[in-house]
């Protein structure tokens, strides 16, 4: 019985330092994890920081863009008459916010102007 004894003394002896060393195996993963989530939350952070970055450089190329766009350097009259050719072909037309000529109204004030500066579309 001694005999018996002393090799279950033995494995408890050996599982309570197996317990012991998953224990702390398990508490430096649980370690290395939070560190890692983290790293993930200020790489997150980085992220969003470049996207509104991002966002405000495209923005900024939209505006350049259109500052240079030929559209804009069209004369007045040249744009009359587009507009005109926009208009619906019914003799009779119903004003309508997305059909001319109060659409074109919508682009931009040069377009505004020029569109109730010409008789013709209203």
Not at 13 to 23: H, K, M, S, V
Not at 105 to 116: G, N, P
């Amino acid at each position: 019985m001694n005999f018996a004894n002393s090799l279950l003394e033995v494995e408890i002896n050996e599982a309570r330092i197996a317990l012991q060393r998953d224990g702390e195996e398990l508490s430096n993963i649980d370690f290395v994890v939070d560190s890692l989530q983290a790293e993930i939350e200020a790489i997150r952070m980085r992220i969003a920081v470049q996207q509104e970055k991002r966002c405000a450089v495209e923005t900024r190329i939209l505006q350049n863009r259109a500052r240079i766009s030929p559209v804009r350097f069209l004369p007045t009259e040249i744009l009359q008459q587009i507009f005109k050719f926009c208009l619906p072909n019914d003799r009779y037309v119903i004003p309508h916010i997305l059909s001319a000529p109060l659409l074109l109204c919508q682009i931009c004030r040069r377009w505004r102007d020029i569109a109730q500066a010409t008789p013709e579309l209203w």
